[in-house]
């Protein structure tokens, strides 16, 4: 059964460094989203992107972050300077419509920003 | 406002036992969406059920909408312990006409004893 995958399984990087987490969705989905989960909340949505645009971005997605779709199959969130608060697991996700329809989501990249 | 606030917090069962969760939101929605997330792993779909639905049944699961009164339950029957895990409800926000997020709850977590 297809599913979306994630790289890396976990990160640790120093204050203020980039990271760049990658996602391969399901290779017939058209919209791709990342969450965030920090420990022991909730998850909460960052971005959904269509069509090589980002469709829909919420108050966590500032300046600091942003995302590609660098070919056919990947899709890749950036923190440029990483902070402590970006400690958590990031969740890659696609649908092959919009949200009406189910979200796969991926393992998870667990970042720890020290 | 919040969306999907499940209850109990944690609940904690024995092997063969009945499990049930309920979920509450706020806005109108077009469907909601059940997921077990295993500790520290990604999250699992398990079922998704519309807006115009009032029950739906996949093997030992069962869900039920109520949307006059905006809440779900979600029923795993005969329990076991590989049951064991978090469960989150999710809601799209119809109310914000197109968003594509969907909204996630702090979730259940089950305890299944063997």
């Known amino acids: 059964e297809p599913e979306v995958t994630q790289t890396p399984s976990h990160q640790v990087t120093q204050m203020g460094q980039e990271v760049i987490l990658r996602c391969v969705p399901i290779?017939?989905?058209?919209?791709f989203y990342w969450y965030r989960q920090i420990l022991g909340q909730k998850v909460e949505f960052l971005v959904s992107f269509y069509n090589n645009e980002i469709s829909e971005k919420s108050e966590i997605f500032d300046d600091q972050f942003s995302v590609e779709r660098p070919d056919g199959s990947n899709f890749t969130l950036k923190i440029r300077s990483t902070k402590l608060e970006d400690s958590a697991m990031y969740f890659c996700?696609?649908?092959?419509?919009?949200?009406?329809?189910?979200?796969?989501f991926g393992p998870g990249t667990r970042l720890l920003v020290l | 406002s919040q969306q999907g606030e499940e209850d109990p917090q944690a609940l904690s069962i024995q092997e063969g036992e009945n499990a049930t969760m309920n979920c509450s939101y706020k806005?109108?929605?077009?469907?909601l969406q059940w997921y077990r997330q295993n500790s520290g792993r990604g999250l699992v779909h398990l079922i998704l059920?519309?807006?115009?639905?009032r029950e739906k049944h996949s093997g030992r699961l069962r869900v039920t909408l109520d949307t006059s009164k905006k809440s779900s339950s979600l029923l795993i029957t005969a329990s076991r312990a590989a049951d064991t895990a978090s469960y989150f409800c999710a809601t799209d926000d119809r109310g914000q006409g197109g968003s594509e997020k969907l909204v996630f709850g702090k979730g259940t977590k089950l305890t299944v004893n063997p």
């Open positions: 290779s017939n989905h058209l919209y």
């Open positions: 806005t109108s929605i077009n469907n």
């Open positions: 059920i519309r807006s115009n639905e």
């Open positions: 996700a696609s649908s092959v419509v919009r949200v009406v329809e189910t979200q796969y």
